[in-house]
């Protein structure tokens, strides 16, 4: 390279740190992520990845907000309004339906989360599939960890791409 010109050289290659697009390159990598370890140790243990990855930071925000509100176990309505307060800027949920029996409440829910945007764009990561069980897993053990519920599941029903949300059943079971 001899004798190189450093600023020269700079202003040709010209690219500022404020021209990142961050959430782009996450989406690369995530889609990447998601299909290699597909590819090299398939289905099962890809969905058991993402869903530990999920269930470590529901743990993490379960022992938060014992520790922030002083108790260790909630109501379901109570835990509920106090996680989905902690994780505003990351999901938007509106509750849509509540059905109640002697068994369960299923809570049916319009969910617009922090991985959509990232999903919606990669050919191969899709609303509702593999890369959502993270979030599968932060839920169902956040609210298992602040109640007294002994099973709680999420699980995706639909799309729904006019309002931008994913349609969901939150289900907590007596």
């Known amino acids: 390279m001899g004798d190189i010109n450093i600023d020269e050289l700079n202003k040709k290659i010209n690219n500022p740190k404020k021209d990142f697009a961050s959430l782009k390159g996450f989406e690369i990598i995530a889609e990447n992520l998601v299909y290699k370890i597909y590819d090299l140790f398939g289905r099962n243990a890809l969905l058991s990845m993402l869903y530990q990855i999920g269930k470590g930071t529901g743990e993490t925000i379960s022992k938060r907000i014992k520790e ?5 176990v909630f109501e379901i309505d109570e835990a509920l309004q106090i996680l989905l307060k902690e994780l505003k800027n990351y999901y938007s949920v509106q509750i849509k339906d509540i059905e109640v029996s002697k068994d369960k409440i299923r809570l049916i829910i319009e969910n617009r989360c922090f991985l959509r945007d990232p999903i919606k764009d990669r050919e191969r990561l899709k609303l509702g599939k593999a890369f ?11 609210f298992t960890d602040l109640t007294k519920i002994k099973k709680v599941d999420i699980n995706y029903l639909e799309n729904d791409e006019e309002k931008d949300v994913c349609i969901e059943e939150l289900v907590f079971y007596f």
């Open 68 to 72: 922030k509100y002083g108790k260790d």
């Open 132 to 142: 959502c069980r993270i979030n599968k897993g932060y839920f169902e053990t956040a």
